[in-house]
């Protein structure tokens, strides 16, 4: 009888799921994606998507994620990304496993998902994200050709100062480069630097794509985000080339990317579209 009770618990040993803590709102979002959700026990205030994330115990906010709470669920591997190496470190210390990734940029994001599937034995599943996010890549190919596009970062309703936009080294930079385009911004400034109005008319964009996912939250209304806009003299407020996207997961760089990189190509494919027609009146 004790054998058999043995056996059993190394059976189930063997063959129960890990305990982990998703430390940010990508992370939890691809463990998701690869079917390992019911896996997760904790993650963090603005992991919201799937549904089920909601109900997980949540152990801080992304920047400043609580270690007591994370050991109070005895974790058997806490995901992060590379800003909270220093936890890393310590629940290291603890015996902890931990697993950095980076998703800046592109490549860094189908690294990263490819790394968490072979962490979490979903290689298989893994690969055919990536797979998906090149083939939505490739879709953007010839629909357009050196224009200057702009990716704006927040809900501006005024354009005197502090218009967040993507910069070099993120992976709106790779989307727009690989669409056969170019960053209307151009410059040495990484991550999402911060323009006022007179960089914006330097840049002179063709096309400005506004990422509000919280519009409605707001109360705000296309019209308010894109009238200021239309009022520089600059090419993209000329053809009112001013874009909208509302959803919450255009800046969050997980699986969801490809609904992001379709809805990027509807935006190519409307433009092309509007221009066209302008030069035939």
Known sequence: MIKLFLLLLITFSLFAGERIVALSPSINEIIFAL?????????TSYCDYPE??????????????????????????????QNSHQLSQKLQQLGIKTQVVKI?????????????????????????VVNKIDQELQKLKNITADKRILIVIGH???LASRIFVAGQNLYFDDIING???????QSQRKGQPILNMENIIACNPDIVILLAHSMHEKGLSKNDLTAPWRELPINAGRTNSIYIIDKL?????????????????????DYKKSISAEKRL
């Not at 994330?53 to 990304?81: C, H, R, W």
């Not at 800046?104 to 034995?121: A, H, M």
């Not at 255009?250 to 190519?268: C, E, N, T």
């Open 179 to 185: 669409s056969g385009n170019r960053n209307a911004l």
């Open 35 to 43: 079917g390992k959700g019911d896996d997760v026990v904790g993650n």
């Open 249 to 269: 997961y255009a800046g969050i760089p997980s699986d969801r990317l490809v609904y992001f990189l379709q809805d990027f190509q509807a935006i190519l494919k």
């Open 156 to 158: 501006n309703t005024s």
């Open 52 to 81: 089920a994330s909601q109900k997980i115990a949540k152990v801080g906010g992304y920047f400043d994620p609580s270690l007591e709470k994370i050991l109070s669920l005895n974790p058997t591997l806490v995901i992060m990304q």
């Open 104 to 128: 800046d940029t592109l490549s860094e994001i189908k690294n990263s998902l490819l790394d968490i599937g072979k962490t979490l034995n979903r290689q298989e599943d893994a690969q055919m």
